[in-house]
């Protein structure tokens, strides 16, 4: 089976950095994407990593290191709007394989 | 970037109706559509893949006879919950899928989800 596995809670606050670690074991790899989901509303898409190495777009970051099957989110200069939960997900040929998602509280 | 629309977003029904939920890509056309459902706190899971003109293909556990899927047209998908039992509440939320192009990732866009509670 798939397995995605990040942490289920985490709380940062206002203006700090934040890391939500991401650690996969799964049949086959095409990519891992990282969305952001506030309750009651769709997932929206931050970052796409499918090789090795860092993605940087404005706050947010993305690394991946394939041979670990790890990733994870790195969010500077954390606003309140950040409290959202952040889902990791592995694309396998089409459809997206979803970690359980990350809910993070921002804390002034 | 795309959008995608997704009617009812919210629905109350009695035990045992059946519920269409709509899913519309607005400006892009979609030749694979997705269902997921979310239960409160837990991630997404994903119930079928939409192919426009041919039978959806779904995950195991799913119960096709009870979530029936149509995607007639590369703008239209739709999700039939028949005979809907108060465990059927959930949050469901379609995606739709656009082609990257050479060099791209193809793309998933989520639509704004519907909240289904069967009394």
């Known amino acids: 089976g798939q397995n995605i596995d990040q942490p289920t809670e985490m709380t940062a606050t206002e203006g700090a950095i934040v890391q939500i670690n991401c650690t996969y074991q799964t049949s086959g790899f095409n990519g891992l994407f990282w969305y952001q989901q506030h309750a009651g509303e769709a997932p929206t898409f931050l970052s796409y990593?499918?090789?090795?190495g860092l993605e940087e777009k404005g706050r947010f970051s993305s690394f991946l290191s394939r041979s670990k099957g790890y990733s994870y989110l790195l969010l500077k200069e954390l606003q309140m709007k950040d409290s959202a939960s952040y889902l990791c997900?592995?694309?396998?040929?089409?459809?997206?394989?979803f970690g359980k998602g990350t809910r993070l509280s921002v804390i002034a | 970037g795309a959008v995608v629309s997704q009617h009812p977003s919210r629905v109350i029904c009695k035990s045992g109706t059946s519920v269409k939920i709509e899913c519309r890509s607005l400006d892009f056309q979609a030749t694979t559509m997705f269902w997921y459902r979310q239960f409160p706190k837990k991630s997404l899971m994903l119930m079928a893949t939409?192919?426009?003109?041919?039978?959806?293909?779904?995950e195991q556990g799913v119960e096709k006879d009870k979530f029936l899927i149509n995607h007639a047209s590369l703008t239209l998908s739709t999700l039939t919950v028949t005979s809907a039992h108060p465990e059927d509440s959930s949050f469901y939320i379609c995606?739709?899928?656009?082609?990257?192009?050479?060099?791209?990732?193809?793309?998933?866009?989520f639509g704004p989800g519907t909240r289904l509670t069967v009394l």
């Open positions: 997900a592995v694309s396998l040929n089409t459809p997206l394989v």
């Open positions: 995606s739709a899928q656009t082609s990257g192009g050479a060099g791209m990732f193809d793309e998933q866009f």
């Open positions: 990593n499918v090789l090795d």
């Open positions: 939409s192919n426009e003109g041919s039978k959806a293909t779904y």
